[in-house]
């Protein structure tokens, strides 16, 4: 079993930083990619950004230039870093991963819980 955890949400006015942080724990795995997403009040869940193994990096629009994903590969570790915020950066955030478990490599997709980010002044 692998789970993901998440931590780093929190309550920041806007032009302010934060940084998410994700680990994914349990049972040896290789990661195809992780990611984050998004889920604001009465809205779809949207892709925020991506990074593969081959460190390949995609972000929506709405995001580009202020936000930065990031991995250590050797702690399974990934970050989000999201600088100068705006009230429409509002949402849950959520971890995400595509990974292949051992020893057959089965690619199976995790979740974690959830880290609530509020932009507000």
């Known amino acids: 079993q692998v789970q993901l955890v ?33 889920q604001a009040p009465g809205k779809e869940r949207e892709l925020v950004a991506v990074i593969t193994s081959s460190g390949y990096t995609h972000y929506t629009d709405s995001v580009k230039g202020r936000f930065t994903i990031s991995r250590e590969n050797a702690e399974s570790r990934m970050y989000l870093q999201m600088n100068s915020l705006k009230p429409e950066d509002t949402a849950v955030y959520y971890c995400n991963a595509d990974l292949s478990i051992w020893p057959d490599l089965k690619r199976f997709t995790y979740w974690g819980q959830g880290t609530q980010v509020t932009v507000s002044a």
């Open 6 to 38: 998440e931590s780093g949400g929190g309550l920041v006015q806007p032009g302010g930083s934060l940084r998410l942080s994700c680990a994914a724990n349990g049972t040896a795995f290789t990661i195809n990619a992780m990611a984050w997403y998004r």
